[in-house]
């Protein structure tokens, strides 16, 4: 079986989409030696202006089972986008099973197309994305219901959604959890931990966020929360440090900070490395993400492969995926929030307690569980796609 394989997302290693991407198709490439895969760092609705120059396939190039497709010429972007169905198909390596990572559900005359849905915050929340992003996820999701022959969800939560706003048949969704990458897990040096800790002006003991900064991850009512605890003596050192890219409509967000002069004590560092992120996490005294919705929820498995102790959402998948190994709470009341994060700051046998019940946890996911799922997935269609041309 050769099956093909959206990689374009991981342009930006950071990103959700992208990481979920990168790891899946590593951890196929260890549990599978029968087949081929032909990974895409370009695919049907994303082609960056310098995909080329990017070098993702290097970080595949220990795997023998991975090829990437290639777009040749003077003019690739053009060669790509004037192609007709058949030869995009043959541009992409003519697979059996074609899986898309990112929502893109493109029309295919040969191969069989598996999709993954990661959620449905748009639907549920446009106010929260961009008119941009709402029409194009929209004009692609509008197929979800015919073109897939099976559609992948990240949790029983985006498969329930699924079902509601698209009526997908419950026989062609299927829940494959996402996996905990290995580098969380296990000790780490307290230099190395020092180190980086220096670098970015931190001190060991601050209240970590790692997502978007963006509305839906409630950062309003983090930054007044956090604001609040800071009013106590014993935490005027504390800080809040916010991992990731600045996402949109985040004007007020940074507006909040300043008008509460929080600047000195909430820092943003945009994206870190893989190397850097577990570090970061590891110094971290509690971490918050009380998002208003989510599709799973991965940076929660992470901060409990860290060893960190979770105050998290008690909506959407983010229940499913913490079980009880964190402190749920109501995301849209501040008062249950500050409870829950000023609490556990007091409580140090109750961190210790979920940072236990956190590491179990995270142990029940991974990127190889992941794999093996959604490679059943491959083979059924596979298989049924034979018996009906037969």
């Given amino acids: ?24 198709l590593k951890a196929l490439a260890r549990i599978d030696s029968r087949n081929e895969y032909v990974a895409y760092s370009f695919f049907y609705g994303c082609l960056p202006p310098n995909w080329k120059d990017r070098g993702i396939a290097q970080e595949f190039q220990e795997f023998h089972n991975i090829r990437f497709a290639r777009l040749g010429g003077i ?6 986008q004037d192609a007709s169905i058949m030869k995009k198909e043959a541009l992409l390596g003519d697979v059996d099973v ?15 197309l598996v999709v993954t849905i990661h959620d449905l915050s748009f639907l549920i929340f446009p106010e929260f994305h961009t008119p941009e992003n709402y029409s194009q996820v929209l004009s692609n999701l509008i197929y979800l219901n015919s073109r897939p022959e099976m559609v992948i969800c990240d949790s029983e939560a985006t498969k329930k959604d699924t079902i509601k706003y698209f009526h997908v048949p419950e026989q062609k969704l299927e829940v494959v959890h996402l996996g905990v990458d290995g580098i969380f897990f296990g000790q780490r040096k307290t230099e190395e931990i020092e180190d980086v800790l220096h670098k970015y002006g931190l001190s060991q003991g601050y209240l970590l966020c790692v997502s978007s900064i963006e509305p839906r991850k409630n950062f309003e009512r983090i930054i007044r929360v956090f604001g609040q605890i800071k009013k106590q003596a ?3 050192e504390l800080r809040l440090v916010c991992v990731g890219g600045k996402g949109w409509k985040n004007t007020d967000i940074y507006r909040l900070v300043k008008e509460l002069g929080l600047e000195e004590s909430i820092i943003f560092l945009g994206y870190l490395s893989q190397k850097e992120l577990p570090l970061v996490y590891r110094g971290a005294k509690i971490f918050l993400y009380p998002s208003l ?28 995926v913490a079980s009880n190994a964190a402190a749920l709470v109501d995301p849209y009341s501040e008062k249950r929030l500050f409870e829950a994060v000023d609490g556990l700051l007091e409580n140090i046998s109750r961190q210790k307690e979920l940072v236990g019940e956190g590491l179990i946890n995270a142990r029940k996911f991974s990127w190889e569980e992941t794999a093996r799922k959604t490679l059943a997935i491959y083979e059924k269609v596979f298989s049924a796609s034979k018996e009906i041309s037969s």
């Fill in 75 to 80: 003019s690739p972007k053009k060669k790509w």
């Fill in 293 to 320: 919705y989510e599709g799973f929820g991965l940076p929660v498995l992470e901060a409990m492969a860290s060893g960190v102790p979770v105050v998290t959402s008690n909506l959407s998948s983010l229940p499913e």
């Fill in 98 to 112: 074609m899986h898309s990572t990112a929502y893109a559900l493109p029309e295919l005359f040969s191969s069989r």
């Fill in 234 to 236: 014993r935490y005027r």
């Fill in 1 to 24: 079986m050769k099956i093909g394989f959206d990689l374009s997302r991981y342009f930006d290693r950071s990103a959700g989409v992208g990481v979920y991407a990168a790891n899946l």
